[in-house]
């Protein structure tokens, strides 16, 4: 799998996403996809966990979900990461259109 499929993928009703994180930037936001990852700045240093926390928190925010319904399944110390958002309630739109197989 490349590009989009990689990225953004159902698992049933949950979305799994393949992030590439850019910690200490001045704003929270999805920039789009990033090869083979959707690319995200996080407005938190990588210190203590306060990059990872603030991460699952805009995430939340972004699918319209409780910050429990938000999961790092991967990449607790890198960049690279995975996450399952839980029945997203909506998608964002710089993900563009995500089909769900469903």
Same mark, same amino acid.
């Given at each position: 799998?490349?590009?989009?499929?990689?990225?953004?993928?159902?698992?049933?009703?949950?979305?799994? #996403?393949?992030?590439?994180?850019?910690?200490?930037?001045? +704003?929270?936001?999805? @920039?789009?996809? *990033? %090869?083979?990852? =959707? $690319?995200?700045?996080?407005?938190?240093?990588?210190?203590?966990?306060?990059?990872?926390?603030?991460?699952?928190?805009? #995430?939340?925010?972004?699918?319209?979900?409780?910050?429990? +319904?938000?999961?790092? @399944?991967?990449? *607790? %110390?890198?960049? =690279? $990461?995975?996450?399952?958002?839980?029945?997203?309630?909506?998608?964002?739109?710089?993900?563009?259109?995500?089909?769900?197989?469903?």
């Amino acid at each position: 799998m490349t590009g989009r499929a990689a990225a953004v993928a159902w698992d049933g009703p949950d979305l799994v #996403l393949r992030l590439h994180v850019q910690p200490r930037a001045r +704003r929270d936001e999805i @920039l789009g996809l *990033h %090869g083979d990852c =959707v $690319k995200i700045r996080i407005n938190a240093p990588p210190v203590d966990g306060l990059a990872n926390a603030r991460l699952v928190a805009y #995430l939340a925010e972004c699918f319209g979900v409780g910050k429990s +319904r938000v999961t790092l @399944l991967r990449g *607790h %110390g890198t960049r =690279v $990461k995975m996450a399952r958002i839980l029945s997203p309630a909506r998608v964002p739109p710089e993900l563009g259109p995500v089909s769900c197989d469903q």
